[in-house]
């Protein structure tokens, strides 16, 4: 059984080095040696390229994709999935915040039956900006995508070669782990480990970040839409009665004065709500129109200890799908 290590890096010359190292140790001490490392460096700003191609010239075993700009976490992680051979393949971050000493809890877990299994951290040791965020994101992805309340997602996972495999055929721009995974499978489960202390710098996560990673759940759900839709429902009925009340009152009650201010504030919230509803919908049709132009995933500038053959079935895949579809595509308007 082969196992495969997918490891997005940003800003990680100083970890990435000693994450590698540890894991070897931690999976040699669990007498599992076939495995293999895909790191995807999403476009540094820092030396840690030339650190990844330092490892990848020490460790054949070592694959490395460097990105062209920075696509983000999960769509660096997609872009690491496509290249795994493992027949099981396990997601963690550069920082050692996810410590290859918790991985024997991640397999024991796994061997229960379950396809994915997250590490859950009783105590987060993130700053409390990263925290809340955490909770807003996870409470979305509940809201939204339908995920269990119980269920704790993080970014050190485990998960069997077929989930992969599924979730690869994923090429939309705006990728959501999270999404992808509770859409593919239901047989998720936990087991608690430990979450460590960050050993270099700080959270590359912003709040730009977080709202984008945010705003990439709507493209699993349509919640959002039908909660518009509801409360269009409920505001147009309460609009319908205060017009039916302001009618009583002006037929019953001539010389009552016009409430000028009343008028305004109403005018005023329901232009908001429209406002508010519309530019909901907009987002739905722009990231519509982003998906029609084929923004890509991600592009990747180099490859290094990735065989050949591997980009080369990629790109044969690609191409064989990109011809059909356009094949397809001349066959509609022909018939048209």
């Known amino acids: 059984m082969k196992v495969s290590f ?10 990435i080095g000693k994450l590698i190292d540890m ?18 460096n999403d476009y540094s700003k820092d030396k840690t390229m030339d650190e990844l191609r330092a490892i990848a010239n020490k460790y054949k075993f070592v694959k490395v994709i460097d990105l062209a700009n920075n696509f983000g976490q999960h769509n660096a992680i997609m872009a690491g999935l496509n290249y795994v051979e493992g027949d099981i393949v396990i997601g963690m971050d550069d920082d050692l915040q996810t410590h290859p000493s918790q991985l024997p809890k991640l397999f024991a877990k796994l061997d229960e039956g379950y396809d994915l299994v997250y590490g859950k951290y009783p105590e987060k ?8 965020g955490s909770k807003f994101n996870n409470l979305t992805v509940r809201v939204l995508i339908g995920k269990p309340k119980t269920l704790k997602a993080s970014s050190f996972w485990i998960a069997r070669k077929f989930v992969i495999d599924s979730i690869i055929e994923y090429e939309n721009p705006y990728a959501h782990l999270q999404g992808l995974f509770l859409r593919t499978t239901k047989n998720v489960g936990n087991v608690d480990i430990e979450h460590f202390e960050r050993v270099e710098g700080s959270s590359n996560y912003t709040m730009k970040r977080l709202l984008k990673l945010w705003a990439s759940c709507t493209n699993f759900s349509i919640v959002p839409l039908r909660i518009a839709t509801m409360l269009g429902c409920i505001f147009s009925a ?7 009340y302001i009618i ?11 409430g000028w201010s009343s008028i305004m504030s109403a005018i005023l919230f329901f232009s908001g709500v429209n406002l508010l509803f519309i530019g909901l919908v907009g987002e739905y049709v722009g990231r519509i129109f982003i998906s029609i132009n084929k923004s890509p995933q991600y592009v990747v500038r180099e ?7 591997e980009v080369i079935e990629k790109s044969i895949i690609e191409g064989v799908d990109n011809y059909e579809e356009n094949t397809n595509s001349r066959s509609r308007q022909c018939s048209n």
Request: charged share 15%.
């Open 6 to 15: 997918v490891i997005p890096c940003y800003n990680s010359q100083k970890t």
């Open 125 to 132: 040791k993130h700053s409390w900006f990263r925290n809340l």
């Open 238 to 244: 309460l609009g319908f009665i205060g017009a039916i």
């Open 303 to 309: 490859f290094i200890n990735v065989n050949n053959n």
């Open 23 to 40: 894991t070897c140790e931690q999976m040699n001490m669990m007498e599992m040696n076939d495995y293999e490392f895909v790191l995807v």
């Open 248 to 258: 009583i009152n002006k037929i019953l009650y001539v010389n009552i004065a016009s």
